[in-house]
């Protein structure tokens, strides 16, 4: 399945729910991903300006924002709805704002609240898992999704 | 790889990536490499689970950060002597940028100025060569670090050490000071063996493939976001400045024996020869000291007495044997006169 969203330059996060595009398509629900990358400018007047623009210059460090808009175009509710999206290997977890959800940092074996993972030491030890170590972001959705309800999910995340 | 079922009951998923080997550098992900995501979404209708749906590939390049550190290495000047040969300043350069780049190394005698480590540069050095550790001591070692003009194909978080080498004019004075700069300055790599041509920043409009943007700090003398980094180390000289002073006493007289005793004849008499080296400068070492026994006087056999010490500028009666008497002349070898100490030769010889 293949769907595109426009592309505001500077995609508001506070705007409306953009329509996800009504596909036809086999499936009943659709999901797309597009990243952003955060810039922070200061104009002349010293005031700074953050702004979220395609990611053509991209570099170490720089700020990005994951996006993902997922829409129920079937007839029925689903439920069980769970919306995965593996963190790519360049990109440090940078949190998210979210409400349910949960991470892995073993390549989605097992998932939890960052602050109650661990990660195993070379010398058999653990420590606690740090969000760059956040292998998997997932959200699992307590309600089930009327049929036509879109919604938007968004993490952070930042170029290693 | 399995998943953990959810409290609510949710089927597997089937997108997950498999983690693939990527080297985690601090300089940060290599350039050109894509960063490319994926979600993916598993639901049920009617109770029953349903296929899981991926989203569409959002994918970009991660563009060439170009950043680079020259810096001094010991925080301390290089101390040097006049005439010296083969004077080395040690310097680090460190690729930070998330490629591997060639670096163009430039070196630069200032002209007056503070110099890195203090005092005011009042002279150069001379034949300045840049050296590569090429065997990895970050010791200069002659006929074995190579000369070099360019860094090649130096990795990303890679660190190269630099050696300045110069040459110290004689005649310089203790505490003269030369500031050296080292300047490197990114070049494109790729091709090994040759210097790569300057390195371009995109500029206007992006593009989606590989950019390149100058992200290095403003080094002593050059710019932030211009590909090069600078920095300043410096020699200073310390050299022995030595002042040489002779006393006699009166040690016996054949008459008055130790007792106040008279220079009459046949008296012997203590010669003693000071050697101060002035604070502030070096060691000298391997000072020699001749003197001619005086008209009219005998040298005393086996009387010379080297390296003795000196207390509020009067002779010590110490100091141990040595020296040499020949063809009416004393001579003897200092081994070393520490800066702002003074040693001795002490020699005696009786009134004929």
């Given at each position: 399945m293949k769907r595109m969203i426009s592309i505001a330059f500077a995609l508001s996060l506070a705007s409306a729910l953009p329509g996800v595009a009504q596909a036809q398509s086999a499936n009943a629900v659709a999901i797309d991903s597009n990243v952003m990358v955060e810039r922070t400018t200061t104009d002349t007047a010293?005031?700074?300006?953050?702004?979220?623009?395609?990611?053509?210059?991209?570099?170490?460090?720089?700020?990005?924002?994951?996006?993902?808009n997922y829409r129920n175009n079937g007839v029925r509710p689903a439920t069980d709805f769970v919306v995965t999206n593996p963190l790519p290997q360049a990109v440090a977890f940078d949190g998210t704002s979210d409400a349910d959800t949960s991470v892995s940092v073993d390549g989605g074996r097992n998932w939890g609240q960052l602050a109650t993972l661990t990660i195993r030491n070379a010398d058999g030890t653990n420590r606690p898992a740090r969000a760059e170590d956040v292998t998997h972001i997932r959200w699992a959705f307590q309600q089930p999704i009327p049929a036509g309800r879109a919604g938007r999910l968004m993490f952070r995340g930042v170029v290693r | 790889m399995t998943i953990k079922k959810l409290h609510m009951g949710s089927c597997g998923i089937v997108a997950l990536a498999v983690a693939s080997a990527t080297p985690a550098f601090a300089s940060g992900t290599t350039a050109g490499s894509s960063i490319t995501n994926t979600a993916s979404i598993s639901y049920s209708v009617g109770?029953?689970?349903?296929?899981?749906?991926?989203?569409?590939?959002?994918?970009?390049?991660?563009?060439?950060?170009v950043n680079l550190t020259v810096a001094e290495v010991g925080s301390a000047t290089t101390v040097v002597?006049?005439?010296?040969?083969?004077?080395?300043?040690?310097?680090?350069?460190?690729?930070?940028?998330?490629?591997?780049?060639?670096?163009?190394?430039?070196?630069?005698?200032t002209a007056g100025g503070t110099a890195a480590h203090g005092g005011t540069d009042n002279f150069?050095?001379?034949?300045?060569?840049?050296?590569?550790?090429?065997?990895?001591?970050?010791?200069?070692?002659?006929?074995?670090?190579?000369?070099?003009?360019?860094?090649?194909?130096?990795?990303?978080?890679?660190?190269?050490?630099?050696?300045?080498?110069?040459?110290?004019?004689?005649?310089?004075?203790?505490?003269?000071?030369?500031?050296?700069?080292?300047?490197?300055?990114?070049?494109?790599?790729?091709?090994?063996?040759?210097?790569?041509?300057?390195?371009?920043?995109?500029?206007?409009?992006?593009?989606?493939?590989?950019?390149?943007?100058?992200?290095?700090?403003?080094?002593?003398?050059?710019?932030?976001?211009?590909?090069?980094?600078?920095?300043?180390?410096?020699y200073t000289v310390a050299t022995a400045t030595l002042t040489v002073s002779k006393s006699s006493s009166v040690v016996s007289d054949p008459i008055n024996s130790t007792t106040n005793p008279k220079a009459i004849p046949g008296a012997v008499i203590?010669?003693?020869?000071?050697?101060?080296?002035?604070?502030?400068?070096?060691?000298?070492?391997?000072?020699?000291?001749?003197?001619?026994?005086?008209?009219?006087?005998?040298?005393?056999?086996?009387?010379?007495?080297?390296n003795g010490t000196v207390t509020g500028g009067?002779?010590?009666?110490d100091g141990v044997a040595g020296g040499s008497f020949s063809s009416g002349t004393v001579s003897g070898t200092i081994a070393t006169v520490a800066a702002g100490d003074t040693r001795t030769l002490v020699f005696q010889a009786t009134i004929n």
């Open positions: 010293g005031r700074s300006q953050t702004m979220l623009e395609e990611p053509r210059v991209v570099v170490p460090g720089d700020k990005l924002v994951f996006v993902l | 109770g029953v689970s349903q296929p899981s749906v991926n989203s569409n590939t959002d994918s970009f390049v991660v563009d060439r950060k002597a006049p005439g010296q040969t083969g004077a080395y300043t040690t310097f680090t350069l460190q690729n930070t940028s998330n490629a591997v780049l060639d670096f163009a190394l430039t070196s630069a005698q150069d050095v001379t034949g300045v060569t840049i050296y590569s550790d090429t065997n990895s001591n970050g010791v200069y070692d002659a006929g074995t670090d190579t000369a070099v003009t360019y860094i090649d194909e130096l990795a990303a978080d890679a660190t190269v050490t630099l050696f300045v080498v110069g040459n110290v004019p004689s005649g310089r004075a203790t505490g003269d000071v030369s500031n050296v700069r080292l300047t490197a300055t990114g070049r494109e790599g790729g091709t090994g063996g040759s210097m790569g041509a300057a390195l371009v920043q995109t500029t206007g409009a992006n593009t989606a493939a590989m950019d390149t943007v100058f992200a290095d700090g403003a080094g002593v003398s050059d710019a932030a976001r211009d590909a090069a980094h600078s920095d300043d180390d410096d203590s010669y003693c020869i000071q050697v101060a080296n002035a604070s502030g400068g070096a060691a000298a070492t391997s000072v020699s000291v001749s003197d001619i026994v005086p008209a009219n006087m005998t040298y005393v056999a086996s009387s010379i007495r080297l009067v002779c010590n009666a």
